[in-house]
């Protein structure tokens, strides 16, 4: 057996674990899920310099345990460009995780179900800015309605949260 097999396969076993007991919340809350699983990974975040909601939004993924680093950009619509997110589904800043952008102020649980479920997509959008989405005030309206986008173009919606 090679040496690193024993190792590499309990780390898939724990992730596959981590994947299956994650906590589930409510649309906005801020629950750090029981198995931890969000504390290895990292969050790439571009903003423009004059924004502070997109400060919310980071503290809301290091409250959940995730690694958050953040870049300014002047111009963050250039980056928006770079990853082909149509203009109808952007919103105030665009994250990376892993191999998928993250555009805007998406809930946890849509990250999570992105990440377990692994689609065949370039990455989801919560367009706009909607009152109560995480790391934005006020209160939610209804359901937060999450789209997958793949090649620049809007695939379906990817889920409600």
Do not use: W
């Amino acid at each position: 057996m090679h040496r690193y097999a024993r190792p590499v396969a309990a780390l898939v076993a724990a992730l596959l674990l981590a994947a299956c007991t994650t906590a589930r919340t409510q649309p906005g809350a801020t629950t750090i899920p029981s198995s931890g699983s969000l504390a290895s990974l990292e969050v790439l975040l571009t903003k423009s310099p004059s924004c502070s909601c997109c400060t919310g939004h980071e503290a809301y993924l290091e409250r959940l345990g995730m690694r958050v680093q953040v870049t300014v950009s002047e111009d963050i619509q250039a980056v928006k460009d770079v990853y082909a997110i149509p203009a109808e589904m952007r919103s105030c800043h665009t994250s990376t995780v892993g191999r998928y952008f993250v555009e805007g102020h998406v809930p946890i649980e849509a990250i999570e179900q992105l990440l377990a479920a692994r689609p065949d997509i370039d990455g989801i959008s919560l367009p706009g800015m909607p009152p109560g989405s995480p790391g934005m005030g006020g209160a939610l309206e209804g359901p937060l309605i999450v789209y997958a986008i793949d090649d620049g173009r809007v695939v379906g919606e990817f889920g409600n949260f």
